[in-house]
């Protein structure tokens, strides 16, 4: 059974940091395009970051530029948001994400391009 299950989520300071993990099981990340993305209330679901199947591409929103850092673990089958720095305008629910592509260098940045998807996992930034 495929299944991708986030964890890390939580409440921090402005300014702190935390690291949102997803681990995969039922097939092997290193193979998948995956991403990270967040929906926050009133808002629509958008591409935080996302990170070829070849780890050679990767893509971030502008917004979140030089603060988040996208990683993945082959050996534990497990994908990384590195998450510093964080702001008011950070908090969300956050989703993994990973699909299939023959095409190992392409990144894929919108939600329709994935097929599975994690939970989610809510950040609230809050001093």
């Known amino acids: 059974q495929v299944q991708l299950v986030e964890s890390g989520g939580g409440l921090v300071q402005p300014g702190g940091s935390l690291r949102l993990s997803c681990a995969a099981s039922?097939?092997?990340?290193?193979?998948?395009?995956i991403g990270w993305f967040r929906q926050a209330p009133g808002k629509e679901r958008e591409g935080v970051s996302c990170i070829s199947a070849s780890n050679s591409n990767t893509y971030y929103a502008d917004s979140v530029k030089g603060r988040f850092t996208i990683s993945r673990d082959n050996a534990k089958n497990t994908m990384y948001l590195q998450m510093n720095n964080l702001k008011p305008e950070d908090p969300a629910v956050y989703y993994c994400?990973?699909?299939?592509?023959?095409?190992?260098?392409?990144?894929?940045?919108?939600?329709?391009?994935?097929?599975?998807w994690g939970q989610g996992t809510q950040v609230t930034v809050s001093s």
């Open positions: 039922g097939f092997t990340l290193a193979y998948y395009a």
């Open positions: 994400a990973a699909t299939y592509r023959t095409d190992s260098m392409v990144v894929l940045t919108t939600e329709d391009e994935y097929d599975y």
